[in-house]
């Protein structure tokens, strides 16, 4: 992968999973489609079901994190009036556990998108996590209407669709991603045509 600098931060890549509901709804070209008109390239896609191992991987959750996810958990269970059967560290694990549940429960589709400031623009495009308070305009505030609520009324992970890079996590986190799903021989260095009316500092040549 390319490193960042100056003259190649058009380079920047994230990493996107189409989750199982995205496949299943028939929305692959959709996603597609907004984040090429956005002007970002297509470097590597695979169609895979995800399997629990490299799931694993991929959070790289740890006490930590699954204990104070875990207190949330039963902290709610509390104010409901609930006496929580387990320690909350189990209860953060439940969450991951709900997460390769749904993540491997079908065909989905990961991808490399390259472009400047590639991760914060798939994010914006992508929307918050949370599907009922997405903004309009965005893929997951667009096309689907699950909430937490739902989710935990259910016991399952919400159903957001898409997975992709938190821009607040650093190219380091996407490299890591993309390094978990995808061989270096899968990206594709290529140069695309619309690179030049994106990126040139000075364009010429479009005139007869």
């Known amino acids: ?33 907004r984040f090429e008109r956005a002007g970002l390239k297509l470097v590597a896609m695979k169609m895979l079901v995800l399997d629990e191992e490299r799931l694993l991987k991929h959070y790289a959750k740890d006490d930590a994190w699954y204990t104070s996810k875990g207190n949330k958990v039963v ?43 590639a991760m914060a623009v798939v994010k914006k495009l992508v929307g918050g996590t949370e599907p009922t308070t997405s903004d309009v305009g965005t893929i997951r505030g667009d096309y689907t209407l699950d909430s937490y609520a ?13 997975h992709c890079t938190d821009p607040a996590d650093g190219v380091d ?24 009316i994106l990126y040139d500092p000075e364009i010429s040549g479009l005139l007869d």
């Open 173 to 196: 986190e996407a490299k890591r991603e993309i390094g978990i799903w995808f061989e270096p021989s899968d990206i594709i260095n290529y140069r695309h045509v619309q690179e030049a």
């Open 150 to 162: 739902k989710a935990n009324e259910d016991g399952r992970a919400v159903r957001n669709l898409i």
């Open 75 to 117: 902290e709610n269970l509390e104010k409901r009036g609930l006496k929580p059967e387990k320690p909350a560290i189990e209860y953060g694990k439940d969450i991951v556990r709900a997460l390769i549940s749904f993540m491997s429960s079908g065909p989905a589709v990961s991808m490399i998108w390259e472009g400047n400031q």
């Open 1 to 33: 992968m390319t490193n960042q600098n100056a003259t190649t931060s058009h380079k920047e890549q994230t990493f996107v999973i189409i989750k199982p509901d995205g496949v299943q709804r028939n929305l692959i070209g959709d996603v597609i489609s």
